[in-house]
T-cell receptor
C-alpha cells in the first residue's frame, strides 16, 4: 500500500515561516495536493499539482517538491492559518487516492 | 455558485446500513466524478472511492470493497453513498467531493459540508 508521511504537529510564532513536509514513494511520479481543514469545516484545497495555488488562496501559502518529499510553506504565518493540513496524492496508476496523516499547525 | 449539499446527520445501529446523499448545483453534474472521503472523530481523512455520474462507473478503496455502493440519480444531480454492515468504527463525518477534471493525479476541488454518521446501539 502507498503511504504519505507527515509530522503530527508544527508550531510557529506569528510572522514566522512554517514548513510542513510530506514524504512518499509515489513522488515525484504523482502530484501532491494540499488541503487546509479548520475545526468543524470541510477541507479546502490550498495547493494543487505540487505548487499551484487556487484562486483565493493567499500568496503566503506555497508548495514545492524535491524527490520523494513535498513541502507546504506558509510565510508570514497569521493566526488564521492555524488548522490541520493534509497532503494527498495517488498510487502509481492514479486509481487509489491516499492522504497523509495530517499536520496540526499551531500559531503560538 | 458551485456547491455540494449533503443530507443530515444520522444515528444507526451496529449491523445496519446507511445512505448519504450529495446534491450538486452550479455545474453540470455529469461532467465531474464524485468521490467520498470520511473522517473519524479526531482522525485524518480516508478516501472511500469514486463514481462517474455520467457512466455510473465506480472504483472503491480495497478496505470498503463489498460493503460500499456509490450510485447517482442524474435527473436531480444527486450522488449517493451506501455503507452496509456498520460497526462502531464507521462513526465518522462523511464527505462527498468533486473530482478535478483531467488531473493525472485525482484530487478534489469542491467538498460537501459533511454528514455525521454515529453508530450506536
Amino acid at each position: 500500500s502507498y503511504e504519505l508521511t507527515q509530522p503530527p504537529s508544527v508550531s510557529v510564532s506569528p510572522g514566522q515561516t512554517a514548513r510542513i513536509t510530506c514524504s512518499g514513494d509515489v513522488f515525484p511520479k504523482q502530484y501532491a495536493y494540499w488541503y487546509q481543514q479548520k475545526p468543524g469545516q470541510a477541507p479546502v484545497m490550498v495547493i494543487y499539482r505540487d505548487s499551484g495555488r487556487p484562486s483565493g488562496i493567499p500568496e503566503r501559502l506555497s508548495g514545492s517538491s524535491s524527490g520523494t518529499k513535498v513541502t507546504l510553506t506558509i510565510s508570514g504565518v497569521q493566526a488564521e492559518d492555524e488548522a490541520d493540513y493534509y497532503c494527498q496524492s495517488a498510487d502509481s496508476s492514479g486509481s487509489y487516492v491516499v492522504f497523509g496523516g495530517g499536520t496540526k499547525l499551531t500559531v503560538l | 455558485q458551485v456547491q455540494l449539499v449533503q443530507s443530515g446527520a444520522e444515528v444507526r445501529k451496529p449491523g445496519a446500513s446507511m445512505k448519504v446523499s450529495c446534491e450538486a448545483s452550479g455545474y453540470t453534474f455529469t461532467s465531474f466524478d464524485i468521490n467520498w472521503v470520511r473522517q473519524a472523530p479526531g482522525q485524518g481523512l480516508e478516501w472511500m472511492g469514486w463514481m462517474n455520474p455520467n457512466s455510473g462507473n465506480t472504483g472503491y478503496a480495497q478496505k470498503f470493497q463489498g460493503r460500499v455502493t456509490m450510485t447517482r440519480k442524474t435527473s436531480i444531480s444527486t450522488a449517493y453513498m451506501e455503507l452496509s454492515s456498520l460497526t462502531y468504527d464507521d462513526t465518522a463525518v462523511y464527505y462527498c467531493a468533486r473530482g478535478i477534471v483531467g488531473a493525472s493525479t485525482p484530487a478534489f476541488d469542491i467538498w460537501g459540508q459533511g454528514t455525521m454518521i454515529t453508530i450506536s446501539s
